[in-house]
């Protein structure tokens, strides 16, 4: 321990100096154990009690397991218990994590603090426990085969009698395992044990679907600790009235009938004796305490009479939610033994109350869940039968013949975005995908590249410009620059199919809004999504839930690698279709083309290219023949000034000078700002860095010539609106 000499003696210094030196630390009972096992032993109510009152206050998961755990210890007079959960059964990979690992009796150390402990599936006698369901319980674990002692080693620790639990849940699936050591004062875990320990593993785990089991679960219990002839819950009706305030009522009777509690949920029963007791707590949340029923006026004594009931002592509490909102009434009638509750019936009642308002309320919260994920079953199966098509349709296409790419003059940075009408639409894309043998390598099923084509097409939305035209027609300029430039020999082919594919989903279902309108107007869309990128995300998943539609996966014949790699490269191209995007990177690529960098040596600068790839196309109407440059520009000003007109008619802001409809005469001048801040810096770099692109910048510099002369025209016709010469 020379080392640690120059050290002060803190409390962390010491304890290293005794991790070095392999001093094992003594674990003392705290005297709130030794108090607990004195209960056990005399008094197993106040035993309970105490366990209830220590837990009833611990909301922190970690924190309410480990005192409940802890309090198992105590009852099965174990010196060491555990908790683990089942993780990674979703992938197939299942393994055991310590939530609670090594507990000692009496301590509040939590060793798994520091890093979970993982257990293999189906080694050592907790992956053993978990494999096959079974409970094993060892006389001498060291003895066993299945018993890993690793952990042992590293804490120094040596298990001499074993308790081993699953734990399942309500679809009797196994969720953990439950390990207890060392039984204190005996030599072995008894059968008594094995039950005590079953039903708080089955307790903690199960019924947490409904509410009618969970609340009647809960009565029992406490009927059974405050050994009372009923117990009774009311829970509150949301559209409550002076007439009814409950909605569901839940009594249980005593005395037992072959061992169980009776439940009955009949509003007619006893519980009209002390109605008014349970509406006065729902109304003003206090708890009220009956010695002497007779007594109290509030006590309908007709009704007893009636039904035969003698109502001698109530004990009523409010029950309330996570939010402390009350949503029902707990009360309990008539102690067996004919005293009046006391003080600590009032306090283990009030346990029980806020235990069965924590599972109300988190059944609650399933039962919610499991019906938002039904409706989103439902909306997804309705969506997907909506935006498939006609097996007709298929066919159809299937079996018409493909064109020659020069019939339709797709590698043309001059092509027509016009020319093709809809069925040519599709055939045209076919033969993009089989002319960069895309269909061969991938072996991409003819039917279904045209299912997915149509489908595609039939999920883009009516407004007048991100349509699926649009689509096509950027599908066809990166066809066109696949073809023509340089770039196609440094793209892998999976870069080449997720550049395709992105072009032709990169709009889907658009809305003819822009990402700050869905911002704006806090849009289902913007809240899905959150503000960056809220379109460019929307239109990746609607994609994906394309692909996952039968029949239209065109990436199935992948193997999972290439999969997941084509799934991200289309992510990472629709996403830089987000012109904010663009701006950030631009700088970049500008720099690396100014240098003379090669694009293409490392994965960043390949990114970054993808991205300006993705722009390129889908800005590229820009670059097209005037007549088809100007309609364009007319197709963009149209779906611009309707959401101008929304943004004033429905959110009453005004809108950006290019979506104000009475700033129409203006379109030029905005054009040429457009041509010079994105698409003319955009170009001219393409173009340094392959002279492939000098068609798309020879057509951009003719367009920013008309665009000029237009808004010159409107200066001087201004001019002479002004002066009158």
């Not at 002319?435 to 279904?448: A, C, M, S, V």
């Not at 996952?548 to 999972?560: A, D, E, I, R, V």
Request: aromatic share 6%; hydrophobic share 40%; glycine share 4%.
């Amino acid at each position: 321990m020379r080392q640690f000499r120059s050290l002060p003696p803190t409390s962390v210094n010491l304890l290293s100096m005794l991790i070095q030196s392999k001093v094992r630390l003594p674990r003392y009972p705290s005297k709130d154990i030794d108090h607990k096992r004195e209960l056990k032993d005399t008094n197993e109510k106040e035993f309970f009690l105490e366990i209830v009152k220590d837990i009833s206050n611990e909301l922190d998961l970690k924190s309410l397991s480990a005192k409940i755990v802890a309090n198992v210890g105590c009852m099965l007079d174990a010196d060491k218990v555990s908790l683990f959960l089942v993780e990674g059964k979703s992938s197939g990979k299942p393994a055991l994590v310590s939530k609670i690992f090594d507990l000692h009796a009496g301590t509040s150390i939590f060793p798994s603090c520091s890093g979970d402990i993982r257990v293999t599936w189906g080694q050592g006698v907790i992956g053993h426990v978990a494999e096959t369901g079974d409970t094993v319980n060892l006389k001498d674990a060291m003895k066993d085969p299945r018993y890993n002692d690793e952990l042992g080693r590293i804490t120094g620790y040596q298990a001499e009698t074993l308790l081993c639990m699953p734990i399942k849940n309500a679809d009797n699936e196994i969720v953990g395992v439950a390990q207890a050591l060392n039984k204190n004062r005996e030599e072995e875990f008894t059968k008594d044990d094995e039950k005590a320990l079953l039903e708080v593993v089955h307790d903690l785990f199960t019924e947490q679907t409904s509410v009618d089991h969970v609340v009647v679960k809960i009565m029992q219990r406490a009927q059974s600790l405050l050994k009372c002839e009923r117990c009774s819950l009311l829970l509150k009706d949301k559209d409550s009235n002076s007439e009814n305030a409950f909605d569901k009522i839940f009594d249980l009777a005593c005395p037992l009938k072959n061992g169980h509690s009776g439940c009955s949920s009949d509003r007619d029963n006893s519980l009209k004796v002390t109605s008014k007791i349970a509406e006065l707590v729902l109304l003003t949340g206090e708890t009220i305490n009956i010695t002497d029923a007779s007594q109290d006026p509030r006590i309908e004594h007709e009704d007893e009479t009636v039904k035969g009931i003698r109502t001698r002592s109530v004990l009523c509490k409010p029950v309330r939610n996570r939010h402390f909102q009350i949503i029902g009434v707990a009360q309990v009638v008539n102690r067996i033994d004919g005293l009046p509750f006391d003080d600590h019936d009032d306090l283990l009642f009030e346990a029980f109350a806020i235990f069965c308002g924590l599972g109300i309320n988190n059944c609650q919260l399933y039962e919610q869940v499991s019906v938002a994920a039904a409706r989103q079953a439902v909306a997804l199966e309705v969506l997907s039968y909506h935006a498939s098509v006609p097996q007709e349709e298929v066919i159809k296409l299937r079996d018409q013949r493909l064109p020659e790419v020069f019939e339709l003059k797709l590698q043309d940075f001059t092509f027509n975005d016009f020319s093709l009408d809809n069925d040519e639409m599709m055939m045209a894309s076919i033969r993009m995908f089989n002319d960069l043998g895309l269909i061969k390598k991938f072996r991409i099923d003819h039917e279904t590249l045209c299912r997915w084509l149509l489908t595609v097409r039939k999920n883009y939305r009516n407004v007048a410009y991100h349509n699926w035209r649009h689509a096509f027609n950027v599908c066809q300029v990166m066809f066109a620059i696949l073809t023509q430039c340089q770039c196609r020999c440094n793209l892998s082919d999976n870069e080449t199919l997720a550049l395709l594919v992105a072009c032709l989903c990169h709009d889907l279902d658009h809305r003819g809004t822009n990402n700050a309108f869905q911002q704006k107007s806090s849009s289902a869309l913007s809240q899905l999504y959150g503000t960056s990128a809220t379109l460019e995300h929307h239109h990746f998943n609607h994609a994906i839930m394309i692909l996952n539609s039968g029949g239209t996966n065109l990436f199935g014949n992948l193997g999972s690698e290439d999969f997941s790699e084509v799934t991200k490269l289309l992510k990472h191209a629709i996403l830089a279709t987000d012109l904010s995007l663009h701006i950030q990177l631009r700088a970049k690529f500008f720099a690396m083309v100014e240098s003379g960098q090669r694009i293409y040596d490392d994965r960043e600068s390949k990114e970054i290219f993808r991205s300006i790839l993705m722009t390129a196309c889908d800005i590229a109407a820009i670059t097209k023949p005037w007549d088809v440059q100007r309609k364009v520009s007319d197709l963009v000003i149209t779906e611009f000034f309707d959401q101008g007109d929304k943004e004033k008619n429905e959110l009453n802001i005004q809108p950006q000078a290019c979506m104000d409809r009475e700033k129409r005469d203006e379109v030029a001048n905005l054009q040429l700002a457009w041509i010079d801040g994105i698409c003319l810096p955009l170009y001219k770099a393409l173009v340094k860095m392959d002279m492939c692109f000098q068609p798309m910048l020879d057509g951009l510099l003719e367009n920013r010539s008309r665009w000029e002369r237009l808004d010159a025209e409107r200066l001087s016709q201004h001019a002479i609106l002004e002066t009158g010469v």
